[in-house]
């Protein structure tokens, strides 16, 4: 369904400050949408407000139209509950309790910054507020493991060692990955794997990490619309996202605003 380029490109320090600028933008597009979040907004509102700041900065989504069952119709991906990603904003309002991942790029002078955040509907339940909680640190502690000389399965071993210490679970179906003048390079990273297995982490690596978790099982399914992946049992799921380069000094977050 996503097509994959698996090559790995070293950046320049020219092309991370580029990148570094993308993943600026694409955080504060982003923040535009997150704000407008509470109940009967609805999700095209979102996505028309994100689209806005983009238009400002003469940038675009390179979600938009992105190859899949058939182009992928929006700027953002919506998805709410039980979908895990690549939800397709529309009219539907969100409602108190609701949680809902915001998933966005945003390509500026020919590099890519994608970025996502789970952000809550007014008050909701301590489960979900647990489960959000508990992706963000993921995301943390998957972003603290991008050193030189590391593996990708050290990175996701973290990560599937964490979120299902807490009870919670990983999919197997959809990872990270590397980031460039594509959205999706080399290399893959999943969130689950061995210590010292996969690919070794080198300066100049941007990689997008991306732990997507869910409540009750490992499983997903794709809805009817052909893009929206949904937990198998209708749990909860949350998803968080950064662009993180690898360097000497360690890792540094490229979706910053
Ligand atoms: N940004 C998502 C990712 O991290 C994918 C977006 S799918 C698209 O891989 F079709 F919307 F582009
Ligand atoms: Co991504």
Not at 94 to 111: A, N
Not at 119 to 131: F, H, I
Not at 158 to 185: D, L, S
Request: proline share 5%.
């Amino acid at each position: 369904m996503i097509s994959w380029e698996r090559s790995i490109n070293i950046k320049s320090p020219v092309e991370i400050e580029i990148m570094r600028e993308a993943g600026r933008i694409n955080a504060e597009a982003l923040s535009a949408a997150v704000s407008l979040v509470e109940p009967g907004v609805t999700t095209q509102a979102l996505n028309s407000a994100f689209e806005k700041v983009q238009k400002k900065y003469k940038v675009y989504s390179p979600f938009k139209d992105y190859p899949g069952p058939y182009p992928y119709p929006a700027s953002i991906c919506t998805s709410v509950n039980e979908e895990l990603v690549h939800g397709i904003p529309s009219n539907r309002k969100l409602v108190e309790g609701d949680i809902v991942s915001i998933d966005c790029g945003t390509v500026y002078q020919g590099f890519v910054g994608d970025m996502s955040v789970t952000v809550p509907v007014g008050n909701v339940s301590q489960l979900t507020g647990r489960l959000i909680a508990v992706t963000r640190k993921a995301l943390d502690i998957a972003i603290s493991k991008m050193e030189i000389g590391h593996t990708t399965g050290d990175v996701g071993h973290a990560v599937q060692t964490y979120v299902e210490g807490e009870g919670f679970y990983i999919t197997r179906t959809y990872t990270g990955h590397g980031v460039g003048r594509k959205m999706h390079e080399g290399p893959q990273v999943p969130n689950y794997g061995k210590p010292g297995r996969g690919m070794q982490l080198r300066e100049g690596m941007t990689i997008a990490l991306e732990p997507m978790v869910l409540v009750g099982t490992s499983s997903t399914t794709v809805k009817a619309d052909e893009w929206t992946v949904a937990s198998a049992d209708g749990s909860l799921t949350a998803h968080f996202e950064h662009t993180v380069v690898v360097t000497a000094n360690g890792p540094e977050i490229l979706t910053l605003i």
